[in-house]
Every structure is written in structure tokens, then in C-alpha cells.
């Protein structure tokens, strides 16, 4: 059986019939074959439980994975305030599972997951969204076993507020991780890039407290900030800088290697709320963006998704770019699908969003937590030639 994918994308005043349009436009798309699993990008502006509940009035039993975005992504570029629905149909099984403790505890969250991959013995693919402001998503991938399939994002939503949701099956909410075990005929590959580059600047970490960054070279990080860009050290707490802070994310030494860490919000005492820890004492590297850079990381992401998948054919692309992505391209919405087409072709679907965070596998480790990201996932069908690759 092949495998058959497509996109629908809907705008209304209330959730459930923006999430009810999206369906049927996606339902139409595939024609007379079943759906098999639904992914839902929904803008966290509608309520969760509306736009679940007008998704599966017309897909019924359909497996659904879901998260919340500022907005979604489609061949067509940008959606703002919409829900973006992908229906994927063939020869595979798609199960969904919801862990409402996840902002509890990563940890505890990853066992459950291991216990339920490892009572199978056949290949599977965890594709996962959690909470992107509440949880500890290094924490979380650290207990995963080395070379775990598992990929996803952390969902984005109101960075004033926190508001974002996820979805699973029937079940929706804040705090938790929604997952779908995926396997059978069905080949994915990803790729994963980034836009933002070293300018010169060097900071040492001087006092860190879990997620809050308190100090850079001895003073707030807020006014480390300020003495770079010209703006008051008091401004860094009140929007917009306090959010536009995660334009300009650090490279952080981790090992022989850095990562890119980035800000979710300026607080009020001037210190950074970050989702991942950083240590006191190493130093961080600022990073500046800039469309060429994005688009060459997006094109860069999807050729590697594509060499993974081998000889089997792209079907779908689920794109999730970080929420720095939308905030630095405002003036060309959408360019990062521009940039993945051109790789993957214009009749490829496409779906996805913003995150505060993506997931990868480590093909030596367990899977990697990013910040400032873009992640492509192409799904295939896999042929007998590919299966033996």
C-alpha cells in the first residue's frame, strides 16, 4: 500500500471550527484512503480542547499528535492564527501516547517511554511535542537510550505568558508530552541546521541557577545585554525586548564542542530564563542571525533529511523551526518553506511550526536537545531496496 500524505489549513474565530475546516480540507486531500495519523499545529490563541474536539469529529479514531505554535507552516507559507492538520495514510501504525507529568519530571517521563518502546521488538519512531516553558527536555533526552529514533520539538505559544498546549489522542493539556510511536512501512529522515553565527563577543557565565542565567562577566545578564545594543538594562524586562532576547542566543562550550542556548524571556531581576542549564564558569559566545544564513540552514537541513531517506520518495516534510526563526524573518513570513521547496520540490506537502526546542537523534548518544534550530522530517514509503540499505 502506498503512502499517501496531505495538508489542510484553516482560519476561524473559535478552535474547533478552524480545526474542523482543516480536517476536511486535509480528508479531501487524500481521497478514498484512510488516514493513519494526523499531526496538528493549532495556534495556541484557540483553546486546546475546541480545536481537538473539531479535528476529531470528522477524523473519529484517527491517531492525533499535536502542539501549539504562534503559527504554522504549509506549502503556502505562513499561517498565522489557523490550524494546520497533516494526514498521512499507507502501510503503518501509528499509536498515540499522553504523559501528563512531563513538566514533573523528564526523567521519569523517559522510562516510561523506553518501557514502552523497548515491549517491541520491531522498529519504531517516537515523534514527540512537550511543553517548551515548563519540563527539562535536556534532562528528558539524557535518560533516552543511545541511538533512540526519537525527534520533535518543544512547543512555543505566548512567550509573555507561557500559554501552549499539546495534544495526544484524546487527551490535551499544559505540562505534558504528547508522542506517537510510528512504525511499519514507512521511512524518516531528518536533518537539522542553524542560522545564527559567532560576531566576536565573549562572555563568561559567572553565576547560573537551573534554568536562569543571573550574571555574564560578573553584572545581570540583562545589562550585558544593554551595554551591547544601547538599551537601558531595565527595558530587557518589559516587552518587547524581553522576548526579542532569544534573537540573540549564546554558544555555549559543551566538551570538545558548543551548543546554542537562547533565551525564552528577560525577568524581571535582569537574568535570562533559558530551558536548558548552563554552568557557572564557561564562556558563551553571542549570536547574531540573518536570512541568508536561515535559508542556507533550512536547505542544509532538508538535504540531510533527504540523504537518509535514501531511495525511498519523499511523501511529507513536517518543519519545525525555532520561534527565533519567526521573529527574525517577520518581514519575509514563510521563507524558510521557500528555502525547504527548493531542495524538496514544490509538490511535496509540508506542515509544521515554531518551537522553543528541537529533538534529534544521535546516531552515538542519546538524542540531542537544540536550541535555535530549524528540523526537517520527511517521511517516505520505504521500498524493499531501501529497507536493506
Given at each position: 500500500m502506498a503512502l499517501f500524505a496531505s495538508v489542510g489549513s484553516a482560519q476561524a474565530l473559535d478552535g474547533r471550527e478552524a480545526g474542523l475546516q482543516a480536517a476536511h480540507q486535509a480528508l479531501n486531500g487524500i481521497g478514498a484512503n484512510a488516514p493513519g495519523f494526523a499531526i496538528v499545529i493549532a495556534s495556541h490563541q484557540y483553546q486546546s480542547r475546541e480545536v481537538l474536539n473539531g479535528v476529531i469529529s470528522l477524523l473519529g479514531d484517527t491517531?492525533?499528535?499535536?502542539?501549539?505554535?504562534?503559527?504554522?507552516?504549509?506549502?503556502?507559507?505562513?499561517?498565522?492564527?489557523?490550524?494546520?492538520?497533516?494526514?498521512?495514510?499507507?502501510?503503518?501504525?501509528?499509536?498515540?501516547?499522553?504523559?501528563?507529568?512531563?513538566?514533573?519530571?523528564?526523567?521519569?517521563?523517559?522510562?516510561?517511554?523506553?518501557?514502552?518502546?523497548?515491549?517491541?521488538?520491531?522498529?519504531?519512531?517516537?515523534?514527540?511535542?512537550?511543553?517548551?516553558?515548563?519540563?527539562?527536555?535536556?534532562?528528558?533526552?539524557?535518560?533516552?537510550?543511545?541511538?533512540?529514533?526519537?525527534?520533535?520539538g518543544l512547543s512555543s505559544g505566548d512567550l509573555h505568558t507561557g500559554n501552549t498546549y499539546q495534544m495526544a489522542g484524546s487527551q490535551t493539556g499544559s505540562g505534558g508530552l504528547a508522542a506517537s510511536l510510528l512504525r511499519g512501512n514507512l521511512k524518516i529522515g531528518i536533518g537539522h541546521d542553524y542560522g545564527w553565527e559567532q560576531v566576536?563577543?565573549?562572555?563568561?557565565?559567572?553565576?547560573?541557577?537551573?534554568?536562569?542565567?543571573?550574571?555574564?562577566?560578573?553584572?545581570?545578564?540583562?545589562?550585558?545585554?544593554?551595554?551591547?545594543?544601547?538599551?537601558?538594562?531595565?527595558?530587557?524586562?518589559?516587552?518587547?525586548?524581553?522576548?526579542?532576547?532569544?534573537?540573540?542566543?549564546?554558544g555555549v562550550e559543551q566538551g570538545e564542542s558548543w551548543v546554542v542556548r537562547s533565551p525564552i524571556r528577560v525577568e524581571a531581576d535582569g537574568s535570562f530564563r533559558m530551558n536548558a542549564a548552563i554552568r557557572d564558569g564557561i564562556d558563551a559566545y553571542l549570536l547574531v542571525g540573518s536570512r541568508m544564513a536561515c535559508e542556507r540552514a533550512a536547505r542544509n537541513a532538508t538535504q540531510q533529511a533527504l540523504l537518509q531517506l535514501g531511495d525511498a520518495k519523499p511523501v511529507f516534510a513536517l518543519v519545525l523551526a525555532?520561534?527565533?526563526?519567526?521573529?527574525?524573518?517577520?518581514?519575509?513570513?514563510?521563507?524558510?518553506?521557500?528555502?525547504?521547496?527548493?531542495?524538496?520540490?514544490?509538490?511535496?506537502?509540508?506542515?509544521?511550526?515554531?518551537?522553543?526546542?528541537?529533538?534529534?537523534?544521535?546516531?552515538?548518544?542519546?538524542?540531542?536537545?537544540?536550541?535555535?534550530h530549524i528540523a526537517v522530517i520527511v517521511f517516505g514509503e520505504e521500498t524493499a531496496e531501501s529497507s536493506q540499505t
Open positions: 491517531p492525533v499528535l499535536g502542539f501549539a505554535s504562534p503559527a504554522g507552516l504549509t506549502q503556502e507559507g505562513q499561517q498565522p492564527h489557523s490550524v494546520v492538520i497533516a494526514l498521512l495514510s499507507g502501510d503503518f501504525q501509528a499509536e498515540t501516547l499522553w504523559f501528563p507529568g512531563y513538566a514533573q519530571s523528564g526523567r521519569e517521563t523517559a522510562a516510561k517511554i523506553m518501557q514502552r518502546v523497548s515491549a517491541r521488538e520491531e522498529r519504531q519512531t517516537l515523534l514527540f511535542f512537550a511543553d517548551g516553558f515548563n519540563g527539562d527536555a535536556e534532562q528528558f533526552c539524557d535518560m533516552l537510550s543511545p541511538g533512540a529514533s526519537v525527534m520533535g566576536g563577543k565573549q562572555f563568561r557565565v559567572t553565576r547560573s541557577r537551573g534554568f536562569w542565567l543571573r550574571t555574564l562577566d560578573g553584572r545581570p545578564a540583562s545589562e550585558a545585554y544593554a551595554n551591547l545594543f544601547g538599551y537601558p538594562a531595565r527595558d530587557w524586562a518589559f516587552p518587547p525586548l524581553n522576548y526579542l532576547a532569544r534573537l540573540y542566543p549564546l525555532d520561534v527565533a526563526w519567526q521573529l527574525l524573518l517577520k518581514a519575509q513570513a514563510g521563507i524558510e518553506v521557500a528555502a525547504v521547496q527548493e531542495i524538496l520540490g514544490t509538490k511535496v506537502p509540508i506542515a509544521g511550526g515554531y518551537t522553543l526546542g528541537q529533538v534529534v537523534p544521535d546516531q552515538d548518544g542519546p538524542p540531542k536537545f537544540l536550541n535555535q
